[in-house]
């Protein structure tokens, strides 16, 4: 009887050619991943050798040594009252992002719930609901999904403008525009987890006896609580991060010193307002991860 050679299966390792075998879906996936990635660079127009070329490696070791020493005069650290100063520029921003961040969980999770589908028209709590409820609950679902594409497809940037506009310049405008863009980006996770959740554990607390609202608050909730959590401070990290760009549009922050020092081109006193967003930036990721750990 002869014997059959069988084939290594996909992604198992192979002794022969000492070497993993790849299917022919992931060299295709592989494949198209380095087409993209061609045609990606072709539009971006990368050029490697301008990057690295003498001239440019000269250009940015001069734009560095314009900056050093950093400034770091007492009136441009602390200005001539306590609403000026870069230092007060940094805790403006923080202040922005917290907000901000407030205001998109206040809003995001009303969202996120109409926008999930376990909670509005599938799965066990409506087993036993009319055609024109589901239909009704889809409906809601998918516009609510809808209004969340929106404010996270409009950049922060934009938001900071509209709001600039309508409020006037400062950190207040900042607030609202960091808010609003998080609120679709918080709502969209927040959904995303629920929908994730066990059904197993939602049906059990509905078959006890609870209405549909209770079978959500006691069910489902419980089960992204942490994740909520975690994912809540991530975003708060990005918004300090996009705090400080909101100057550009006069809403107040860190930004406001970038975008001045880079319009009078004061090199040392916008390395000095680097070093600070750096700063702020590391203690921040500490503290997020710190509250993280002890939230999860």
């Keep these: ?28 996936w592989l ?5 993209a990635l061609a045609l990606a660079a072709w539009v971006v127009e990368v050029d490697i050798p301008a990057l690295v070329s003498p001239a440019a490696r000269e250009q940015m070791v001069a734009f560095v040594a314009e900056g050093i020493p950093p ?26 992002s917290v907000v901000a ?6 809003f995001a999770v009303p969202l996120a719930l109409a926008s999930s589908a376990p909670v509005m028209h ?26 969340l594409s929106f404010l996270r497809s409009v950049p922060g940037l934009v938001w900071g403008f509209l709001f600039v506009t309508a409020v006037g310049l400062g950190p207040f405008a900042g ?32 078959t ?9 608050c006691h069910g489902m909730i419980p089960q992204v609580t942490a994740t909520v959590a975690s994912y ?12 400080t760009i909101l100057g550009f549009v006069g809403a107040g922050g860190i930004g406001y010193y970038l975008v001045i020092t880079i319009q009078r081109l004061q090199y040392a006193k916008l390395l000095t307002a680097i070093v600070a967003v750096f700063v702020l930036v590391v203690c921040s990721d500490a503290l997020a991860s710190r509250l993280r750990e002890r939230l999860t």
């Design 208 to 216: 006890s006896g609870a209405t549909r609202f209770q079978a959500v």
């Design 122 to 147: 599938r799965g066990p709590l409506y087993a036993d609901a009319s055609r024109t409820r589901r239909t009704f609950g889809r409906t809601v679902a998918q516009a609510s999904r809808f209004f």
């Design 175 to 206: 607030a609202l525009a960091l808010g609003v863009h998080n609120t679709g980006v918080l709502g969209k996770l927040y959904a995303d987890f629920l929908e994730d959740t066990d059904p197993m554990t939602t049906e059990a607390v509905a």
């Design 1 to 28: 009887m002869s014997e059959r050679t069988s084939k290594p299966a996909a992604d198992e390792f192979d002794p022969d050619r000492g070497e993993s075998v790849l299917s022919k879906r992931q060299l295709g």
């Design 101 to 106: 961040t407030a205001l998109a969980v206040v």
């Design 71 to 96: 400034d770091t005069s007492s009136e441009y650290l602390f200005g001539r009252n306590l609403r000026e100063g870069l230092l007060w520029a940094v805790i403006e921003t923080l202040a922005i």
């Design 31 to 35: 494949l198209t991943g380095t087409v």
């Design 232 to 243: 809540t401070l991530y975003r708060w990290e990005c918004t300090i991060r996009s705090a």
